[in-house]
């Protein structure tokens, strides 16, 4: 289970929060949300594997394609997404 504090350091970055706002409501490639984030391929891929590593994401292979969407969160998160989602700086 990952901590408060290291979710407020993961949400911290503005990247990361684009990530998710994206991967919230689709599932995507990681050459698909560099392409529309106008980002190499190398710096999503080092955001995402954060991101996975605090659980925010889940990882689906299909075949060589591994496609990535926002996780289920709990009651905290779901609070805690709300409030950096709703802020307009996005």
Same mark, same amino acid.
């Given at each position: %289970? &990952? =901590?408060? =504090?290291?979710?407020?350091? +993961? @949400?911290?970055?503005?990247?990361? &929060?684009?990530?998710?706002?994206? +991967?919230?409501?689709?599932? @995507?490639? &990681? /050459?698909? +949300? /560099?392409? &529309?984030? =106008?980002?190499?391929?190398? $710096?999503?891929? #080092?955001?995402?594997? =954060?991101?996975?590593? /605090?659980?925010?994401?889940?990882?689906?292979?299909? /075949?060589?394609?591994?496609?990535? #969407? %926002?996780?289920? @969160?709990?009651? $905290?998160?779901?609070?805690?997404?709300?409030?950096?989602?709703?802020?307009?700086?996005?």
């Amino acid at each position: %289970m &990952v =901590s408060l =504090s290291e979710d407020l350091e +993961l @949400l911290a970055d503005p990247l990361r &929060v684009r990530l998710l706002a994206l +991967l919230e409501g689709e599932e @995507l490639t &990681v /050459g698909e +949300l /560099g392409r &529309v984030l =106008s980002l190499p391929q190398p $710096t999503v891929s #080092r955001h995402l594997k =954060s991101l996975l590593q /605090g659980e925010w994401l889940v990882r689906r292979t299909v /075949g060589t394609a591994a496609f990535l #969407r %926002m996780t289920g @969160l709990d009651a $905290t998160r779901t609070d805690l997404w709300r409030i950096v989602r709703a802020d307009r700086a996005l």
